[in-house]
């Protein structure tokens, strides 16, 4: 088995596989609810947008709750202080996650207009606010949550809600949302006929610009003005969860130190940058071909896995920074569980994530199709 270090580097690539695969599976059916009330015209055309991801929305859940699973299990004093700091912000995120179930299940019940399109819009709240939610806390991260530990190793946040709204922590909201969109644009471009193709592929290509000059803009504020955190002293990566035995200095522009040792990093927020753009060069030649689709399909996905690598490679090692104790701020390396943790967790993911890899593969496969009004119409006591 792995030692101890390799045990917490490969849950720290664990994690971030599973944000990653979260973003591009549930990400994009966030992003497909967002687009609902502005690229369908009508009752069926809605009907067409939501049966896109009919039949994957609830699987695609699975990965949420894996991520926090093993958030929990591998760190779970970040899982404490996350979830402590940003209360309200959580609660909010889970109500809206609770609301999309729903609106999915309950807006075709009754043939009413009024019903459908409040249920309509609930999905839009529903879709939306969890990914606003996400960059700002992002945005927070990256900034320092304002967090202690007693001598008891008992966790304080002492900032507020309002704080939680910088201008970084809004601009990292503006990225999250505009990634979600762009993914379920080019979701749809593939998936629906030629009028809602049309309308998703336009809205695509406004949000390709604005997502790659936010993401452009926010790197430009760690440059110029965000401060970074830095660990001055020498660190145990070997040793046990002592998070406050460590040196920590806030330092400008320190989230770009990884960049400066390896210059390969690079490639990852270019990679988000110049797939953003040619998932709206792709979608902007409208052209009918399946293959061209699924580029932009493929491109979007990228993106968003640059920007996620992006961030982790960034923050390395730092999960998440204290703004008002910087020696609290809790690394890979001094706030995981025990090896002997870590080793069966592995032992459980080794197993069922190729499980939840397989069987959404299988579902994808099985139920790709192009979704049409006629359809629809033809299926239309059984269709969402």
Same mark, same amino acid.
């Given at each position: 088995?792995?030692?101890?270090?390799?045990? *917490?580097?490969?849950?720290?690539?664990?994690?971030?596989?599973?944000?990653? %695969?979260?973003?591009?599976?549930?990400?994009?059916?966030?992003?497909?609810?967002?687009?609902?009330?502005?690229?369908?015209?009508?009752?069926?055309? !809605? !009907?067409? &947008?939501?049966?896109?991801?009919?039949?994957?929305?609830?699987?695609?859940?699975? /990965?949420?709750?894996?991520?926090?699973?093993?958030?929990?299990? $591998?760190?779970?004093?970040?899982?404490?202080?996350?979830?402590?700091?940003?209360?309200?912000?959580?609660?909010?995120?889970?109500?809206?996650?609770?609301?999309?179930?729903? $609106?999915?299940?309950?807006?075709?019940?009754?043939?009413?207009?009024?019903?459908?399109?409040?249920?309509?819009?609930?999905?839009?709240?529903?879709?939306?606010?969890?990914?606003?939610?996400?960059?700002?806390?992002?945005?927070?991260?990256?900034?320092?949550?304002?967090?202690?530990?007693?001598?008891?190793?008992?966790?304080?946040?002492?900032?507020?809600?309002?704080?939680?709204?910088?201008?970084?922590?809004?601009?990292?909201?503006?990225?999250?949302?505009?990634?979600?969109?762009?993914?379920?644009?080019?979701?749809?471009?593939?998936?629906?006929?030629?009028?809602?193709?049309?309308?998703? #592929?336009? &809205?695509?290509?406004?949000? #390709?610009?604005?997502?790659?000059?936010?993401?452009?803009?926010?790197?430009?504020?760690?440059?110029?003005?965000?401060?970074?955190?830095?660990?001055?002293?020498?660190?145990?990566?070997?040793?046990? $969860?002592?998070?406050?035995?460590?040196?920590?200095?806030?330092?400008?522009?320190?989230?770009?130190?990884?960049?400066?040792?390896?210059?390969?990093?690079?490639?990852?927020?270019?990679?988000?940058?110049?797939?953003?753009?040619?998932?709206?060069?792709?979608?902007? *030649?409208?052209? *009918?071909?399946?293959?061209?689709?699924?580029?932009?399909?493929? %491109?979007?996905?990228?993106?968003?896995?640059?920007?996620? #690598?992006?961030?982790?490679?960034?923050?390395?090692?730092?999960?998440?920074?204290?703004?008002?104790?910087?020696?609290?701020?809790?690394?890979?390396?001094? $706030?995981?569980?025990?090896?002997?943790?870590? #080793?069966?967790?592995?032992?459980?993911?080794?197993?069922?994530?190729?499980?939840?890899?397989?069987?959404?593969?299988?579902?994808?496969?099985?139920? /790709?199709?192009?979704?049409?009004?006629?359809?629809?119409?033809?299926?239309?006591?059984?269709?969402?």
């Amino acid at each position: 088995m792995f030692d101890y270090e390799i045990l *917490k580097l490969l849950w720290w690539g664990i994690i971030g596989f599973l944000l990653i %695969a979260f973003t591009l599976t549930d990400g994009m059916d966030m992003g497909v609810g967002g687009l609902l009330p502005f690229i369908a015209k009508d009752d069926l055309q !809605r !009907r067409v &947008v939501i049966n896109t991801v009919g039949a994957h929305w609830d699987g695609n859940q699975v /990965w949420f709750i894996t991520a926090g699973a093993s958030l929990f299990a $591998a760190w779970p004093m970040v899982y404490a202080t996350a979830f402590s700091g940003f209360y309200f912000a959580m609660m909010l995120t889970l109500f809206c996650l609770f609301l999309r179930p729903l $609106a999915f299940d309950y807006r075709s019940k009754i043939e009413s207009t009024r019903w459908r399109n409040n249920w309509d819009w609930a999905l839009f709240v529903g879709s939306m606010v969890p990914p606003l939610v996400f960059g700002i806390a992002f945005g927070n991260l990256m900034l320092g949550v304002p967090f202690s530990f007693d001598e008891l190793m008992r966790v304080s946040y002492s900032g507020s809600f309002l704080q939680l709204f910088s201008p970084f922590a809004l601009l990292c909201a503006v990225v999250s949302v505009t990634m979600v969109l762009l993914h379920g644009a080019t979701w749809l471009v593939m998936r629906t006929d030629d009028v809602v193709a049309r309308r998703a #592929a336009t &809205v695509g290509t406004i949000v #390709a610009p604005v997502l790659a000059l936010s993401f452009i803009a926010a790197g430009l504020m760690i440059w110029l003005s965000v401060e970074g955190y830095v660990v001055t002293s020498v660190l145990d990566t070997m040793g046990l $969860a002592r998070p406050t035995h460590k040196q920590v200095e806030i330092v400008s522009g320190a989230w770009l130190n990884n960049y400066a040792t390896m210059p390969l990093l690079w490639a990852l927020p270019a990679t988000a940058i110049c797939m953003s753009l040619l998932a709206m060069l792709l979608m902007r *030649k409208r052209v *009918k071909s399946g293959l061209t689709k699924a580029l932009a399909f493929v %491109a979007s996905s990228l993106t968003c896995t640059g920007i996620i #690598a992006t961030a982790g490679s960034s923050m390395f090692p730092f999960v998440l920074p204290s703004s008002s104790h910087p020696n609290h701020s809790l690394l890979l390396w001094d $706030a995981v569980s025990s090896e002997t943790t870590l #080793a069966i967790m592995l032992i459980v993911v080794a197993v069922f994530i190729p499980l939840i890899i397989s069987y959404t593969a299988w579902c994808y496969i099985k139920m /790709w199709r192009t979704v049409t009004v006629a359809e629809i119409t033809q299926n239309t006591h059984t269709a969402y």
